[in-house]
Structures are given as structure tokens and as C-alpha cells.
């Protein structure tokens, strides 16, 4: 007999279980019996969730004084573990698991192998079906995918037979009260909100097939949808749903197209399930293969087909399109597995008050536009599907990493309590706007602020800032759909420089291609980065690819047409890299002089120091430059070498480390007498306890965001830059073990505000 066949003979036994008048106990054990004999195991239990517990209701093989005695709570033992982590174990030795628990009443102990799925309803893990086994063994497949169906059809059972009671498969149904996740900290802030899910999970309400041809036809259709989907979006080089990229989408289409996947599918159909029932059949087996990956890389591709899935199942149910295509009714905590920088700006920026993401990293595309928005971002906290339902109330504290579900009172108040003081001094910053940021001993300090977007701009003259220290231009490339025409940048620049009204405007040029891809772009060499901070990107691309590069070139020099142009160039490793950018602006400002149109009255240029190597050929760059900024975040990883987006590395290296501070000190001595500009861009700069210590070591110009200008202006106006100047020279002799804790005392000491 066929999996298939033997599949289908089951589920038309559970179908007539189901349809009898049996009462609810009496179909329990008549499942249980089905599914043993189907796998010829010794022991079948199914194990229901009753107030908090998880109780053991019916079993073939273990002891029959154990049912309604037995109970686990979640998390106990390898079912309640189960349940926990709502995912399938498959063990050959149960013993042998960290988790397992021996309870003498069930007189299991003579059983070696051991398997269970959990039984859900309504996202929440309910119940959970195990099988056992004298002999050691793992489960073929085929028996767990038979677990899985099983499960699936008791679901319903559950919904609609009153087999528990109805709180139990209610919303309410598992961790109803207060959990607190950590996660990784992307981007600062505090927020308080419904939970929204970015795309809102399909709820299969019918399990087995009324006829299979039909449910074969829907998901045929289906697939050629999705198909046709996924064509498109490789040939207009749009973002996907997730934000993916080229090589995402390559990907996407190889599965779209994979054979065996859609024979899978078919053959759970086969077997007697719905369409949506058999994709999320097809993708249980696919999560339990992801758990098994130890391969980042293949694990990440796992992932790409567990969203496609999701994609094919909302287009078979019907349910198509995200929380933004719906509007946000009431303050919202968004959340998605990914998100790319396009789909962010689709959200109401005022209702949108916190992100929280089961995967993100600091170099993500969303966390930059995220952080332009004020939005606070947490990332790297799995499993939320589990734990999370839509209009939760939810805190992200993105200052500590931590997100709250379901907060209680206390914990809610504390929360009120920390963002009005937030606002309190951001509105006693506020006062300082207009006040010029002197130190105590009389030095001006430029404090300048970072922009990307349009909508930026009209922050500048609220905050204060002395100008915008650094413009990315590439924003304008990642939120597009198509490569911005020269008449696109020009209308962007020309209206950045109107809005600024006279205060300095520093236009970074584009820093796209390697971690920050767009599809519309190729790059055999970028393809195969494999590591894309470092790889094919900013400069390095623009330089082979000089179209793209006059064409920014000359929607710049047109914008500042009768002003500065103050432009500065990423990623520069070795200064001839500068001096073949620097040639490309001044050929077209030529080219603009012959066609009789307006050129800027000066242009400065500059360069971003993020390559370590640039700082031992500062004698051969600083003749050619008018400023220079130094960009901490990519410098930080370059020089430890310790990738941002790896969450094990995320935090682990510190700015205040002596290694870190002594290069920049150094960067500094060598620019003293030069007549160039020196300035730091980067988060760096926008905390005030680093900040303090970049004055200390005799920066004078900060680019931070915007919501970090009033507190670093209220901090330079309590420096003495001679001091500060003093304690960094002697820690940097001889560093203490802990130098930021040195740093602290030192500042609080002097009651200057660090926090």
C-alpha cells in the first residue's frame, strides 16, 4: 500500500470517528487505537490541555489508571516540551533527551523510541499525539507525516466535537499572562502598542477534503499564481513581500518551480486533506528539517520556503495582503519575521510605535529607515507566532532589547512612567535648540545630524542642528523599485538643500550593492560575497559602474547650483579611489560649465574613513580632501572583524574598548594641522557616554540622529574639554579592565548626564 493510501485509509477512519455519536472519550480511544494499529506501535496517547496542564486523556499500551491522572505542565517532560516549543521530536532512545521525565504511573519504561507532534488550534498548542516503541528506532517519515494529519484532524475535532472545553481552544487558550522576550536592541526607543502581524497567518478551519480533484485544482491554480507572482517581481526587480533580495528571489523562484515540493503537496491532497491542509502538512515536515540544519546559510534558505509557503497558502484561502494594505486603526507594535525598508514606509508613521522582528540584524536595510523614522526595533526573538496574538498589548523597549506581552498593571506603569520621563527631557532638550553647544570651557562644538529621507529634512531647524553631517542618498536606491533616474535624485537633492535653508548639507554617495543589495542591480562579484560588508559595495560599485556614478554626480552639481556642494565618498580604501570619484564630479561639473548651466558656487569634498587601511595613507589623501568622517559602525567591525549582523558578535565588541579609542586618537593626531574638518558619523557619536569620550579625544564635529542631538548638546554644554582631554590620554596609556565603568564614574563624578 501507498504513504498515500495508507494515509487516506486513516483519515477515513478518523472521518467516520468523528461523524459518529460516539462521546468525546469514546472517540479518543478510538483514535488512539486507529493510529497504533496504522504504525503498528505499541503505545499511542493523546494528551489534551486542561486548565494550564497538559492531561493525559487517552492511550493504547500505557497503563489505563494513568488517563485523567497523568498530567504535565508545559514545558514538563518530552510532551510537555512538545507543546512548549509547539514542534514534533522524533526520538530512537526517549531517555536520552535532556527532557525527559519517567512517570511511574503510565509503566512506560520499557519503551525505547518515542514521537510526538503537537495538536494545534488557533496558533496555540493545545494537546499533543505521541507514539511509542519497545524497539529503538526513529519514525520514517511517512509515520510522523501521519502523526501530523492526525493532529491536524483532532484539531478540528477539538473546535468543533467539544471534546475540552471551549476557554481551552480559545484565544485565551495558553500563556495568557505576562511574558517578557530579549531580543537584540536595533534601534533605541520605547513603545507601546496593539500587536500587528505584518502578514496575518492563515487560519485552516477545514481539514479533510470533501473531493480531492477539487482541492487538487485549487492548489494547481494556486501555484500558477504564485508562480506568475514571483516571475514578476524577478523581472521588474521590485521587493518581495518579505523585502528579499535578487538572490532571495532566485531562490524563491528555484522552489516555486521545485517538482518535489508540489508533488508533496499533491500527495497529502491524495491522502484526503484540504488544500491549506496539506501545504501546512508539507510545511510542518519542512520546519522539522530546519530544526535539524546546523548551516546558517541553509537554514536561511529553509526559511525563504517556509514564507513562500505562507505566500501559496494565503493565495489558496483567499487571504492575501499585509497589515499595511489594511491601515493601522489604533497604536500598533508591528511584527514580522523580516521586513524591507519599501514595506516600513507603507505604515502609518503615526500609529506605527514599535517593530519587532524574528530575525533583523544592525545592517539591515529596515533598521536604517526604522531608525530615520524614530521607530523602535527589536530583533532576533523567535517563535513570537507562539506566544503572541493579534491586539496584544505589547511593550518594545528597544534601549534594553526586551519586548512585554500581555504587560501587567505594575510593569505597564513602570513603562508610562519611563517614557514620560523620556519625554520630559526630550522637551527640556528641547529648550536647548536654539542654544549654541559650547563647553564649559568655551570650545563651539558642531553637532550635526544624520538624514536619508525627504521627510527628515523638516526635523533639521526642530532639533537644532548645525546641518545635516551626513545624507545617505542611498535610501532614495533601497525603497525603489527600479534604479532612480538622474531627474529623480535631482528633484531630491534640489529639495533636501531648499529645506535646509542655508545650514551645510554633507550628500553621501550612494552606498549600495554587497549587505545592501538591490535587485535591480547585478554583480557577478557581489553574488558570491560571502561577506557583503566587505565585499563588492558603495564606492568600489560605483566605480565600475560609472554610469551610475555620473548620473548622481550630475544630479548633484545641478541641485547646488549657485550654493556648496559638500559630497563625500564611502567606503574610500586607498586615496586613488577618492581621487577617481573626485575626477568623476569634476568632469561633469566641465560638462555642465560647456552646456551654460548653473554649477555650484564651491564644492568640498570628503571621505568616509570606515577601511582601517585609510588611516595609514592619511598623508597622501588629506591634500585632496576639504573634511573628513570617520563612520564608527563600519570601522568597529572592520577593525575587530566581527561581522554586526552575526547575533553572537552583535554586542560583543565594545566602542569605549582601548583598541577602538587609540585608533581614533591616532586618526586625530595625524589630522591635527591639516586645515581639514574631522568629524565622526555614526551611532557612536549619538550616545552620550561615547560621545563624551570622542570630545575627550579631540573630535569636534558629531553626525547623529535626530533624536540624539538635544541630549549630546545638553552634554557638551557640561564638558571641560581640557579634563576630559587629561583622563582619556591617561586611561589610553594604561587601560583600566574596565574602561567604560571608568568612563561612568569619571562622568558622574562631575554629575554630568550620561544616561
Given at each position: 500500500?501507498?504513504?498515500?493510501?495508507?494515509?487516506?485509509?486513516?483519515?477515513?477512519?478518523?472521518?467516520?470517528?468523528?461523524?459518529?455519536?460516539?462521546?468525546?472519550?469514546?472517540?479518543?480511544?478510538?483514535?488512539?487505537?486507529?493510529?497504533?494499529?496504522?504504525?503498528?506501535?505499541?503505545?499511542?496517547?493523546?494528551?489534551?490541555?486542561?486548565?494550564?496542564?497538559?492531561?493525559?486523556?487517552?492511550?493504547?499500551?500505557?497503563?489505563?489508571?494513568?488517563?485523567?491522572?497523568?498530567?504535565?505542565?508545559?514545558?514538563?517532560?518530552?510532551?510537555?516540551?512538545?507543546?512548549?516549543?509547539?514542534?514534533?521530536?522524533?526520538?530512537?532512545?526517549?531517555?536520552?533527551?535532556?527532557?525527559?521525565?519517567?512517570?511511574?504511573?503510565?509503566?512506560?519504561?520499557?519503551?525505547h523510541s518515542f514521537a510526538g507532534v503537537p495538536i494545534v488550534s488557533r496558533e496555540r498548542a493545545v494537546g499533543v499525539l505521541c507514539v511509542q516503541h519497545v524497539d529503538p528506532r526513529r519514525y520514517a517519515d511517512v509515520e510522523i507525516e501521519a502523526l501530523q494529519t492526525t493532529a491536524m484532524v483532532l484539531s478540528e475535532m477539538i473546535a468543533n466535537a467539544e471534546l475540552i472545553d471551549e476557554e481551552v481552544t480559545g484565544p485565551t487558550a495558553l500563556q495568557t499572562g505576562p511574558a517578557t522576550l530579549s531580543g537584540l536592541s536595533l534601534v533605541n526607543g520605547l513603545g507601546d502598542g496593539c500587536a500587528v502581524f505584518h502578514q496575518p497567518r492563515v487560519t485552516i478551519d477545514q481539514v479533510m477534503a470533501d473531493d480531492i480533484e477539487v482541492e487538487r485544482q485549487r492548489v494547481y491554480s494556486a501555484f500558477d499564481r504564485m508562480r506568475d507572482q514571483i516571475d514578476t517581481m524577478a523581472s521588474q526587480a521590485e521587493f518581495g513581500a518579505g523585502g528579499e533580495h535578487e538572490e532571495v528571489l532566485k531562490t524563491y523562484r528555484m522552489f516555486a518551480y521545485d517538482e518535489g515540493w508540489s508533488r508533496r503537496i499533491n500527495e497529502a491532497i491524495d491522502a484526503g486533506l484540504t488544500a491549506e491542509a496539506a501545504i501546512e502538512r508539507v510545511q510542518q515536515r519542512t520546519r522539522m528539517r530546519m530544526r535539524e540544519i546546523d548551516d546558517p546559510l541553509l537554514a536561511e534558505r529553509m526559511h525563504d520556503l517556509e514564507d513562500l509557503s505562507n505566500r501559496l497558502l494565503r493565495i489558496v484561502s483567499g487571504q492575501i495582503g499585509t497589515a499595511a494594505t489594511q491601515g493601522l486603526r489604533r497604536d500598533t507594535i508591528l511584527i514580522a519575521r523580516n521586513l524591507g525598508p519599501a514595506e516600513l514606509l507603507e505604515y502609518d508613521k503615526r500609529r506605527l510605535k514599535g517593530v519587532i522582528l524574528e530575525e533583523g540584524s544592525l545592517t539591515a536595510h529596515v533598521v536604517i529607515v526604522a531608525r530615520a523614522m524614530g521607530v523602535p526595533v527589536v530583533g532576533r526573538i523567535r517563535g513570537l507566532r507562539g506566544i503572541v496574538r493579534e491586539e496584544d498589548r505589547v511593550l518594545v523597549d528597544g534601549d534594553k532589547g526586551i519586548v512585554t506581552i500581555r504587560p501587567a498593571q505594575t510593569v505597564l506603569t513602570a513603562f508610562k512612567e519611563r517614557v514620560a520621563e523620556k519625554r520630559a527631557r526630550q522637551a527640556s532638550y528641547a529648550d536647548l535648540r536654539d542654544v549654541e553647544p559650547f563647553t564649559r570651557c568655551g570650545t563651539r562644538i558642531e553637532v550635526m545630524m544624520n538624514a536619508g529621507l525627504r521627510e527628515d529634512i523638516s526635523t533639521l531647524n526642530l532639533v537644532g542642528a548645525d546641518g545635516i553631517g551626513l545624507f545617505r542618498t542611498e535610501f532614495q536606491f533601497l525603497v525603489s523599485a527600479t534604479l532612480p533616474q538622474r531627474e529623480r535624485q535631482l528633484r531630491l537633492y534640489r529639495d533636501v538643500l531648499d529645506a535646509a535653508k542655508g545650514k551645510p548639507v554633507i550628500f553621501r554617495t550612494v552606498d549600495i550593492g554587497g549587505d545592501k543589495a538591490v535587485p535591480y542591480l547585478n554583480s557577478e562579484e557581489a553574488e558570491h560575497d560571502e561577506n557583503p560588508a566587505m565585499g563588492w559595495r558603495a564606492l568600489r560599485l560605483a566605480l565600475e559602474r560609472e554610469g551610475l556614478l555620473k548620473a548622481q554626480a550630475r544630479a548633484l552639481l545641478e541641485a547646488a547650483g549657485g550654493r556648496t556642494l559638500n559630497v563625500m565618498f564611502p567606503m574610500v580604501s586607498e586615496p586613488w579611489e577618492f581621487l577617481a570619484a573626485r575626477k568623476v564630479f569634476e568632469d561633469q561639473a566641465a560638462f555642465l560649465k560647456q552646456q551654460r548651466k548653473k554649477a555650484p558656487e564651491a564644492i568640498r569634498y570628503g571621505a568616509m574613513l570606515e577601511v582601517p587601511a585609510l588611516a595609514d595613507a592619511l598623508d597622501l589623501l588629506v591634500p585632496h580632501v576639504s573634511f573628513l568622517s570617520i563612520g564608527t559602525n563600519d570601522l568597529t567591525q572592520f577593525l575587530f572583524a566581527a561581522d554586526r549582523a552575526n547575533p553572537k558578535l552583535a554586542q560583543r565588541y565594545d566602542w569605549l574598548s582601548p583598541a577602538i579609542l587609540r585608533f581614533l586618537r591616532r586618526v586625530v593626531q595625524n589630522t591635527v594641522g591639516s586645515g581639514i574638518a574631522l568629524g565622526v558619523c555614526g551611532e557612536m557619536g549619538g550616545r552620550r557616554l561615547e560621545a563624551l569620550a570622542l570630545l575627550g579625544l579631540g573630535i569636534r564635529r558629531l553626525s547623529i540622529t535626530p533624536a540624539a542631538i538635544g541630549p549630546v548638546k545638553g552634554l557638551v554644554r557640561q564638558v571641560d574639554l581640557n579634563e576630559i582631554k587629561k583622563a582619556m590620554d591617561r586611561w589610553l596609556l594604561s587601560p583600566p579592565a574596565d574602561l567604560r565603568a571608568e568612563l561612568t564614574e569619571w562622568a558622574l563624578s562631575r554629575d554630568i548626564a550620561i544616561d
Amino acid at each position: 500500500m501507498s504513504a498515500a493510501a495508507a494515509a487516506r485509509e486513516i483519515l477515513t477512519s478518523l472521518h467516520e470517528v468523528m461523524a459518529s455519536r460516539m462521546h468525546a472519550q469514546g472517540k479518543l480511544d478510538r483514535v488512539v487505537e486507529i493510529i497504533g494499529e496504522s504504525l503498528d506501535s505499541e503505545v499511542c496517547s493523546i494528551y489534551l490541555l486542561r486548565d494550564g496542564m497538559l492531561e493525559l486523556f487517552a492511550t493504547r499500551g500505557l497503563n489505563q489508571e494513568a488517563v485523567h491522572v497523568t498530567r504535565l505542565a508545559i514545558g514538563e517532560g518530552l510532551t510537555g516540551t512538545i507543546a512548549h516549543n509547539v514542534e514534533t521530536l522524533n526520538l530512537a532512545e526517549a531517555k536520552a533527551h535532556p527532557d525527559f521525565l519517567y512517570r511511574p504511573e503510565t509503566g512506560e519504561e520499557k519503551f525505547h523510541s518515542f514521537a510526538g507532534v503537537p495538536i494545534v488550534s488557533r496558533e496555540r498548542a493545545v494537546g499533543v499525539l505521541c507514539v511509542q516503541h519497545v524497539d529503538p528506532r526513529r519514525y520514517a517519515d511517512v509515520e510522523i507525516e501521519a502523526l501530523q494529519t492526525t493532529a491536524m484532524v483532532l484539531s478540528e475535532m477539538i473546535a468543533n466535537a467539544e471534546l475540552i472545553d471551549e476557554e481551552v481552544t480559545g484565544p485565551t487558550a495558553l500563556q495568557t499572562g505576562p511574558a517578557t522576550l530579549s531580543g537584540l536592541s536595533l534601534v533605541n526607543g520605547l513603545g507601546d502598542g496593539c500587536a500587528v502581524f505584518h502578514q496575518p497567518r492563515v487560519t485552516i478551519d477545514q481539514v479533510m477534503a470533501d473531493d480531492i480533484e477539487v482541492e487538487r485544482q485549487r492548489v494547481y491554480s494556486a501555484f500558477d499564481r504564485m508562480r506568475d507572482q514571483i516571475d514578476t517581481m524577478a523581472s521588474q526587480a521590485e521587493f518581495g513581500a518579505g523585502g528579499e533580495h535578487e538572490e532571495v528571489l532566485k531562490t524563491y523562484r528555484m522552489f516555486a518551480y521545485d517538482e518535489g515540493w508540489s508533488r508533496r503537496i499533491n500527495e497529502a491532497i491524495d491522502a484526503g486533506l484540504t488544500a491549506e491542509a496539506a501545504i501546512e502538512r508539507v510545511q510542518q515536515r519542512t520546519r522539522m528539517r530546519m530544526r535539524e540544519i546546523d548551516d546558517p546559510l541553509l537554514a536561511e534558505r529553509m526559511h525563504d520556503l517556509e514564507d513562500l509557503s505562507n505566500r501559496l497558502l494565503r493565495i489558496v484561502s483567499g487571504q492575501i495582503g499585509t497589515a499595511a494594505t489594511q491601515g493601522l486603526r489604533r497604536d500598533t507594535i508591528l511584527i514580522a519575521r523580516n521586513l524591507g525598508p519599501a514595506e516600513l514606509l507603507e505604515y502609518d508613521k503615526r500609529r506605527l510605535k514599535g517593530v519587532i522582528l524574528e530575525e533583523g540584524s544592525l545592517t539591515a536595510h529596515v533598521v536604517i529607515v526604522a531608525r530615520a523614522m524614530g521607530v523602535p526595533v527589536v530583533g532576533r526573538i523567535r517563535g513570537l507566532r507562539g506566544i503572541v496574538r493579534e491586539e496584544d498589548r505589547v511593550l518594545v523597549d528597544g534601549d534594553k532589547g526586551i519586548v512585554t506581552i500581555r504587560p501587567a498593571q505594575t510593569v505597564l506603569t513602570a513603562f508610562k512612567e519611563r517614557v514620560a520621563e523620556k519625554r520630559a527631557r526630550q522637551a527640556s532638550y528641547a529648550d536647548l535648540r536654539d542654544v549654541e553647544p559650547f563647553t564649559r570651557c568655551g570650545t563651539r562644538i558642531e553637532v550635526m545630524m544624520n538624514a536619508g529621507l525627504r521627510e527628515d529634512i523638516s526635523t533639521l531647524n526642530l532639533v537644532g542642528a548645525d546641518g545635516i553631517g551626513l545624507f545617505r542618498t542611498e535610501f532614495q536606491f533601497l525603497v525603489s523599485a527600479t534604479l532612480p533616474q538622474r531627474e529623480r535624485q535631482l528633484r531630491l537633492y534640489r529639495d533636501v538643500l531648499d529645506a535646509a535653508k542655508g545650514k551645510p548639507v554633507i550628500f553621501r554617495t550612494v552606498d549600495i550593492g554587497g549587505d545592501k543589495a538591490v535587485p535591480y542591480l547585478n554583480s557577478e562579484e557581489a553574488e558570491h560575497d560571502e561577506n557583503p560588508a566587505m565585499g563588492w559595495r558603495a564606492l568600489r560599485l560605483a566605480l565600475e559602474r560609472e554610469g551610475l556614478l555620473k548620473a548622481q554626480a550630475r544630479a548633484l552639481l545641478e541641485a547646488a547650483g549657485g550654493r556648496t556642494l559638500n559630497v563625500m565618498f564611502p567606503m574610500v580604501s586607498e586615496p586613488w579611489e577618492f581621487l577617481a570619484a573626485r575626477k568623476v564630479f569634476e568632469d561633469q561639473a566641465a560638462f555642465l560649465k560647456q552646456q551654460r548651466k548653473k554649477a555650484p558656487e564651491a564644492i568640498r569634498y570628503g571621505a568616509m574613513l570606515e577601511v582601517p587601511a585609510l588611516a595609514d595613507a592619511l598623508d597622501l589623501l588629506v591634500p585632496h580632501v576639504s573634511f573628513l568622517s570617520i563612520g564608527t559602525n563600519d570601522l568597529t567591525q572592520f577593525l575587530f572583524a566581527a561581522d554586526r549582523a552575526n547575533p553572537k558578535l552583535a554586542q560583543r565588541y565594545d566602542w569605549l574598548s582601548p583598541a577602538i579609542l587609540r585608533f581614533l586618537r591616532r586618526v586625530v593626531q595625524n589630522t591635527v594641522g591639516s586645515g581639514i574638518a574631522l568629524g565622526v558619523c555614526g551611532e557612536m557619536g549619538g550616545r552620550r557616554l561615547e560621545a563624551l569620550a570622542l570630545l575627550g579625544l579631540g573630535i569636534r564635529r558629531l553626525s547623529i540622529t535626530p533624536a540624539a542631538i538635544g541630549p549630546v548638546k545638553g552634554l557638551v554644554r557640561q564638558v571641560d574639554l581640557n579634563e576630559i582631554k587629561k583622563a582619556m590620554d591617561r586611561w589610553l596609556l594604561s587601560p583600566p579592565a574596565d574602561l567604560r565603568a571608568e568612563l561612568t564614574e569619571w562622568a558622574l563624578s562631575r554629575d554630568i548626564a550620561i544616561d
